[in-house]
C-alpha cells in the first residue's frame, strides 16, 4: 500500500504563503512528526512525504491513503488540501492537535481522524483500511512501550541539512492553561531507553540538533545519565534543548556542568512574562520571576546561551508591560527571544475559558499563529497589544543590538553550536519584521 503524508504550508502573520527560498533551508525549523509516523509504519507499506514548505504538491499522486498532520493556523490549508484530495476520490487521514480537539470540525473534510498520539492507532488505522472497516474516529490510545518505538525515517528526511531533531520523551505533567501539549500528548511522561537515544544520536548526519522534549529538565536523573552518556561515548554534537526554570535556576552545578560537557549550546525556556501574577494566572506556577536572572547568569557561566519565550495578553498585562518587558529583558542579557502574542488553541483550557466568555473574536485558523490577536485582552485593546508585540520585536532585534548580543554569545558559547543562537537573532528579526510589518 502506498502513503502519502503531508505538511500543509504555514502561512506566516498577515502575510500570503510565500515560497522557502535558501534562508529556510538553511534555518528551517526540523519537524520530526512525519518521520515519526513512517517511522512506525509497517515495512510492507510505501511511504512518501511532502512537506509544502518545501515541496510542490502533486494531487495527482499515486496513494492510497492521504495521511495529513494538522496545527491550528495550518488546518485551513490542511482542510483545502483533503478536500482536492478526496474529490480525486483518495482516502485522508488527519491527526495532529486541531483535529485532535475539533474531530467533528476535521471530519467534514477527512474519512478519519486520528487523536492524540499515533503510537498504537496508526497501525490499526493501516489494519482497518486494508480490511475495508475504516473508523471515522480513532480515540487516544496512549497505552504504549516507547522503548518499542523505532528511531525515525531519516531517510525521508530532506530539507534540513544543518539542524536535526530528536525527541527522548513524550508527554507533560504541567497544566498551563494556554498550552496544546497536555491535552494532546497526557501528563503521563514516557521516556525511550537512553541507549536507543545514544544510538540514533550518532546516527545522525547533523552536527548540531535539537530535542523536541517539552522538556528536558522534566526528569534531571534521567537527563544526567543521557548527559553522561553522550559524554561516555565521545558523541561530539551539540544541541538545543528546552528547559524549565524552576530545574534551570536551581540545579545543583553537575546537571549544568554535565549538560555542557555533553554539547549544550543553548536552552530555550519558556518564562512566558516578567510578571508573577500573570504566571499565577495562566497555572505556571514553577516559574519564578526572581530566579530568571539568575537562571541567565548561571547558564553564561556555563557556557550555554538562553533562547526565552516571552507571551503578551494575559489578563494581568495592562499597556506598560511592554515598556516593562523590554527593560527586563535588558537586565537579564538574554540572548534570543521569542516574542507571542497569547493564542488561545482549541484543546486548551485557555480556549474554554475564553470562549464560555465571548471574548474570542475570530476563529478563521489561519490567525492563531502567536503573532496576530484573536480575542478581547482584558486590561487593553486588541490594536495596543498587537502595536506592543510589534514595539517590543523591533527594539530587541535592532541590528545595533543583534550585533552586541551576537558578539557577546560568540565569546560565552563554544564550538561551531555558538553560531546557532548568534544567526537566531536575523532569523527572528526577518520573521517579525515580516510578521509585525516593521
Given at each position: 500500500?502506498?502513503?502519502?503524508?503531508?505538511?500543509?504550508?504555514?502561512?506566516?502573520?498577515?502575510?500570503?504563503?510565500?515560497?522557502?527560498?535558501?534562508?529556510?533551508?538553511?534555518?528551517?525549523?526540523?519537524?520530526?512528526?512525519?518521520?515519526?509516523?513512517?517511522?512506525?509504519?509497517?515495512?510492507?507499506?510505501?511511504?512518501?512525504?511532502?512537506?509544502?514548505?518545501?515541496?510542490?504538491?502533486?494531487?495527482?499522486?499515486?496513494?492510497?491513503?492521504?495521511?495529513?498532520?494538522?496545527?491550528?493556523?495550518?488546518?485551513?490549508?490542511?482542510?483545502?488540501?483533503?478536500?482536492?484530495?478526496?474529490?480525486?476520490?483518495?482516502?485522508?487521514?488527519?491527526?495532529?492537535?486541531?483535529?485532535?480537539?475539533?474531530?467533528?470540525?476535521?471530519?467534514?473534510?477527512?474519512?478519519?481522524?486520528?487523536?492524540?498520539?499515533?503510537?498504537?492507532?496508526?497501525?490499526?488505522?493501516?489494519?482497518?483500511?486494508?480490511?475495508?472497516?475504516?473508523?471515522?474516529?480513532?480515540?487516544?490510545?496512549?497505552?504504549?512501550?516507547?522503548?518499542?518505538v523505532p528511531p525515525l525515517r531519516r531517510d525521508l528526511i530532506t530539507h534540513n541539512p544543518f539542524l536535526g531533531a530528536i525527541q527522548t520523551t513524550k508527554g507533560c505533567p504541567h497544566t498551563c492553561e494556554f498550552c496544546a501539549i497536555s491535552s494532546f500528548c497526557g501528563h503521563m511522561v514516557k521516556q525511550?531507553?537512553?541507549?536507543?537515544?545514544?544510538?540514533?544520536?550518532?546516527?545522525?548526519?547533523?552536527?548540531?540538533?535539537?530535542?523536541?522534549?517539552?522538556?528536558?529538565?522534566?526528569?534531571?536523573?534521567?537527563?544526567?545519565?543521557?548527559?553522561?552518556?553522550?559524554?561516555?561515548?565521545?558523541?561530539?554534537?551539540?544541541?538545543?534543548?528546552?528547559?524549565?526554570?524552576?530545574?534551570?535556576?536551581?540545579?545543583?552545578?553537575?546537571?549544568?556542568?554535565?549538560?555542557?560537557?555533553?554539547?549544550?549550546?543553548?536552552?530555550?525556556?519558556?518564562?512566558?512574562?516578567?510578571?508573577?501574577?500573570?504566571?499565577?494566572?495562566?497555572?505556571?506556577?514553577?516559574?519564578?520571576?526572581?530566579?530568571?536572572?539568575?537562571?541567565?547568569?548561571?547558564?553564561?557561566?556555563?557556557?550555554?546561551?538562553?533562547?526565552?519565550?516571552?507571551?503578551?495578553?494575559?489578563?494581568?498585562?495592562?499597556?506598560?508591560?511592554?515598556?516593562t518587558t523590554l527593560e527586563t529583558i535588558n537586565q537579564w542579557n538574554m540572548d534570543v527571544l521569542e516574542i507571542n502574542i497569547l493564542t488561545p488553541y482549541p484543546g486548551t483550557k485557555l480556549f474554554e475559558k475564553l470562549d464560555k466568555a465571548g471574548r474570542i473574536f475570530t476563529k478563521d485558523w489561519t490567525?492563531?499563529?502567536?503573532?496576530?490577536?484573536?480575542?478581547?485582552?482584558?486590561?487593553?485593546?486588541?490594536?495596543?497589544?498587537?502595536?506592543?508585540?510589534?514595539?517590543?520585536?523591533?527594539?530587541?532585534?535592532?541590528?545595533?543590538k543583534i550585533i552586541k548580543r551576537g558578539t557577546r554569545t560568540i565569546t560565552t558559547v563554544k564550538g561551531i553550536g555558538r553560531f546557532k543562537p548568534a544567526l537566531s537573532n536575523f532569523a527572528f528579526r526577518k520573521y517579525y519584521k515580516r510578521d509585525f510589518n516593521f
Amino acid at each position: 500500500m502506498k502513503i502519502l503524508f503531508v505538511f500543509p504550508k504555514i502561512r506566516h502573520g498577515s502575510s500570503t504563503y510565500s515560497d522557502p527560498g535558501a534562508w529556510k533551508i538553511v534555518f528551517g525549523y526540523p519537524i520530526i512528526t512525519l518521520p515519526h509516523l513512517a517511522a512506525i509504519t509497517p515495512d510492507k507499506h510505501e511511504v512518501k512525504i511532502v512537506n509544502e514548505n518545501y515541496d510542490t504538491l502533486d494531487y495527482d499522486e499515486d496513494a492510497d491513503i492521504i495521511g495529513i498532520t494538522t496545527y491550528t493556523m495550518t488546518a485551513p490549508r490542511a482542510y483545502k488540501i483533503a478536500d482536492e484530495f478526496r474529490r480525486r476520490g483518495k482516502t485522508v487521514v488527519m491527526g495532529g492537535y486541531h483535529v485532535t480537539a475539533l474531530s467533528e470540525e476535521a471530519l467534514e473534510h477527512a474519512d478519519c481522524v486520528v487523536q492524540g498520539l499515533a503510537e498504537v492507532t496508526w497501525t490499526k488505522v493501516l489494519e482497518d483500511f486494508e480490511k475495508g472497516k475504516l473508523k471515522r474516529i480513532y480515540e487516544r490510545d496512549h497505552e504504549f512501550d516507547i522503548s518499542k518505538v523505532p528511531p525515525l525515517r531519516r531517510d525521508l528526511i530532506t530539507h534540513n541539512p544543518f539542524l536535526g531533531a530528536i525527541q527522548t520523551t513524550k508527554g507533560c505533567p504541567h497544566t498551563c492553561e494556554f498550552c496544546a501539549i497536555s491535552s494532546f500528548c497526557g501528563h503521563m511522561v514516557k521516556q525511550r531507553p537512553i541507549k536507543d537515544v545514544v544510538e540514533e544520536i550518532k546516527k545522525m548526519p547533523n552536527k548540531i540538533f535539537v530535542i523536541h522534549d517539552p522538556h528536558l529538565t522534566l526528569n534531571k536523573k534521567y537527563a544526567k545519565e543521557l548527559f553522561k552518556e553522550l559524554i561516555r561515548q565521545k558523541v561530539h554534537k551539540q544541541w538545543v534543548a528546552n528547559g524549565t526554570t524552576d530545574v534551570l535556576a536551581t540545579a545543583d552545578d553537575t546537571f549544568l556542568d554535565l549538560a555542557r560537557k555533553a554539547g549544550c549550546v543553548e536552552w530555550f525556556v519558556g518564562f512566558e512574562s516578567v510578571n508573577q501574577a500573570a504566571l499565577i494566572e495562566t497555572h505556571k506556577t514553577h516559574n519564578k520571576v526572581e530566579n530568571f536572572s539568575k537562571l541567565i547568569d548561571r547558564l553564561h557561566n556555563y557556557n550555554m546561551a538562553v533562547q526565552g519565550g516571552i507571551i503578551f495578553g494575559f489578563d494581568h498585562d495592562t499597556p506598560d508591560v511592554f515598556d516593562t518587558t523590554l527593560e527586563t529583558i535588558n537586565q537579564w542579557n538574554m540572548d534570543v527571544l521569542e516574542i507571542n502574542i497569547l493564542t488561545p488553541y482549541p484543546g486548551t483550557k485557555l480556549f474554554e475559558k475564553l470562549d464560555k466568555a465571548g471574548r474570542i473574536f475570530t476563529k478563521d485558523w489561519t490567525h492563531y499563529n502567536q503573532v496576530e490577536v484573536v480575542f478581547e485582552p482584558k486590561n487593553m485593546t486588541a490594536e495596543e497589544l498587537m502595536h506592543g508585540a510589534r514595539k517590543v520585536a523591533k527594539e530587541f532585534y535592532s541590528i545595533d543590538k543583534i550585533i552586541k548580543r551576537g558578539t557577546r554569545t560568540i565569546t560565552t558559547v563554544k564550538g561551531i553550536g555558538r553560531f546557532k543562537p548568534a544567526l537566531s537573532n536575523f532569523a527572528f528579526r526577518k520573521y517579525y519584521k515580516r510578521d509585525f510589518n516593521f
